[in-house]
């Protein structure tokens, strides 16, 4: 059976439009702002079946890597694999009940992925097309998750790779990123001061930049959350995704999946409210958003629990704000109060540990709910987008001594 070909064909300049050349490594474009990937859509539309392309199983293509037609990859052997799988949709039939609404809550699982968030699908992308491109040594500035998945999908393509990280990144975010065989670094500093020092010691150093969206393959594979999340839901997507938002990779990559995915005819013209969920405490976005803003400024003395969506300058604030506006969603910030009690809510009332990104976006259809930005009827797609495990939990539980006398009632009230 021959593989699956890519319907590639050039890239553009997100902001002026100017062509790149495929199959180059690229960082930035000439002007400076993201690159995205263009495919021959109206040839894909009169060869492609989207069934059989969702129906495929084969073992090499698991996952994400299944939607190979509309992905940069060309040759199978650079194909990097480490048992990527559909991410689940739970429901969330409590949490929804106690935040005002009557519709399906959905949460999209990304932590079941391969080094526990979605991040896996950006770098398992970006590293796939690096080795392609014969590059062996890549570096970035992380909160944490990119590194782990640059680390571990880097190991696997036999590279070697660097992360910074802010001093306070989770423990396990970093010891893990050790462990899957890269260098690590913790920076006196937040997520934009380690990108500076990438920059400035790549060139000496011989590393491919692969920092949040000065790489253009990343959001190709992020944009397989919404090419999957389509297919989950018979191809009729929901009026509303809650996006916990950085980079904006996710947000930024799902839109343009949307859009190459109505152009195939797989999907409709119906497009879901893109809400771009931020922390209080971190919130350029929503500031822009509000402003009515085309950018976003530097936001200043940045701090969050959520480490992941700690990111006070996205070089693509202005694909973000479109993606926001264009389809009729917004951008709210929440406070890290909100967020730990939406991750105590899902977590006692539906089972679900959600990252601390995962609950703020629970926390914002709270909150959209209560000023009435968010129907009570509205299927709603939040996204957990790492597993819970990684971070800090509260220690809960009380202490039992087996030698004294033992008290049930005690501990039935406990
Ligand atoms: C990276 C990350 C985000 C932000 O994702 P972007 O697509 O870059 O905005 C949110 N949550 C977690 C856990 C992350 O690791």
New binding site residues.
Partial sequence: MSSPKTYVTHLECSMTGERAEADRVHNLSPAGWPLLVRYDLERMKGEVDRDAVAARRAITQPGFWRWRELLPVRRDEDVVSLGEMDTPLVLLPESAKAIGLKGPLLSKEEGRLPTG???AR?LGMAVAMAKGFGITKMAMPT????GAALSAYGARAGMETWSFCPEDTPDVNVREIAAQGGHVFRVNGLIHHCGKLVGELKEKAGWFDVS?LKEPYRIEG?KTMGIELAYQLDWELPDAIF?????????I?MWKAFDEMEKLGWIGAKRPKMVAVQAAGCAPIVKAYEAGNTHAEEWMDARTL????R?PK?IGDFLILNAVRESGGFAIAVEDGDIERARTLAGTKDGLLL?P??AATLAAAEKAVADGRLERDARVVLFN??TGLKYPLPDRSKRLDRHAPLDLASILTS
């Fill in positions: 968030s979605f991040k950006g909160n944490g998750n990119a949040t992020k996006y916990p938002t950085g980079g904006g990779t996710g947000l990559g959520a480490a992941g969506i990111v996205a990252c990104e995962g987008c790492g």
